[in-house]
């Protein structure tokens, strides 16, 4: 039996490896901000929503509908993703027969790499202001 003669492959896999694993671990990252992103978004839109129905369903007529609203929405904001939202903001809006609300924030960083790069999320959410109508008809929104 003769030995086989010896390779010059010795430690290329150390080498590859070496070579490689930056990019999985930059690839892993980038999965893991991601996913943060799209949770902030989904913990923005929750509050928005919520925020929008409270301001929708204080009627034409009632007042305070802009701090209930706000209110509601920085209740979820605090219960859903007290750290998903960083420096988040609420702000209630009225145009003509719509109410709404806006939520904005900026996404947190699975790894402060690069200083001043952020994720803006803002989510908005409104729709008619609802109001009850006798059945006669008579009448506007009460």
Do not use: Y
Request: net charge positive; hydrophobic share 45%; glycine share 10%.
């Amino acid at each position: 039996m003769t030995a086989s003669p010896p390779t010059r492959e010795r430690g290329a896999s150390t080498v590859e490896l070496a070579i490689i694993m930056p990019i999985v671990l930059v690839v892993i990252l980038l999965i893991v901000q991601f996913a943060l992103i799209f949770h902030g978004r989904q913990v923005a839109d929750a509050a928005a929503r919520e925020g929008a129905r409270v301001a929708r369903s204080a009627g034409a007529e009632a007042a305070g509908w802009e701090t209930a609203a706000t209110k509601r929405a920085k209740d979820i904001l605090r219960n859903m993703g007290p750290q998903m939202l960083e420096k988040a903001t609420v702000t209630t809006w009225q145009r003509g027969s719509q109410r709404g609300v806006t939520v904005r924030g900026n996404a947190v960083a699975a790894v402060p790499l690069l200083p001043g790069m952020s994720f803006t999320i803002t989510s908005e959410f409104g729709g008619p202001i609802e109001c009850f109508r006798p059945d006669d008809g008579s009448g506007g929104c009460q």
